[in-house]
C-alpha cells in the first residue's frame, strides 16, 4: 500500500472516529520511518562535534580511514566509518574540504 494511501485512509479515520485500533496501527505504520530517521539524525548531530573538531585539528587533510581510526573511540556507539563517511561527503560537504586524489583527503574549512 502506498504511503498516500495510507495518509487518506488515516484521515478518513481520523474524521469518522471510527476503528481507534486500526487507526492507531495505521499511524504507526506512518511515523515508522519519521521515528528512524530522527534517530539517526540524533546520532550524527552527537557526532559531528568529535569529527569536526578532529578535522580541524588534522595539521593536513586526511582521509575517511585516518579519520575514523582518530575518533572512533569517541564516537557514539552505532557511528561506523560508513556513517563517517555518508556525514562528511554528504550531510556536512559545505563544511568540508575535499582534495581529491587516489584516495580522497578532507579537511574542515
Avoid at 486500526?22 to 546520532?43: F, P, S, T
Avoid at 548531530?45 to 573511540?73: C, F, G, H, Q, W
Avoid at 569517541?74 to 566509518?81: A, R, S
Amino acid at each position: 500500500m502506498k504511503k498516500v494511501s495510507l495518509q487518506s485512509l488515516y484521515a478518513y479515520l481520523t474524521e469518522t472516529d471510527a476503528l481507534p485500533e486500526v487507526r492507531a496501527e495505521i499511524e504507526a505504520e506512518l511515523n515508522k520511518d519519521a521515528e528512524r530517521k530522527e534517530a539517526q539524525d540524533a546520532l550524527y548531530a552527537s557526532a559531528k562535534n568529535v569529527i569536526m573538531d578532529e578535522l580541524r585539528a588534522a595539521s593536513a587533510p586526511v582521509t575517511i580511514a585516518e579519520l575514523y581510526d582518530a575518533v572512533a573511540d569517541d564516537l557514539p556507539e552505532g557511528m561506523t566509518k560508513g556513517k563517517v563517511q555518508y556525514a562528511i561527503t554528504r550531510l556536512w560537504k559545505d563544511e568540508v574540504n575535499k582534495v581529491e586524489g587516489k584516495i580522497n583527503t578532507y579537511s574542515a574549512k
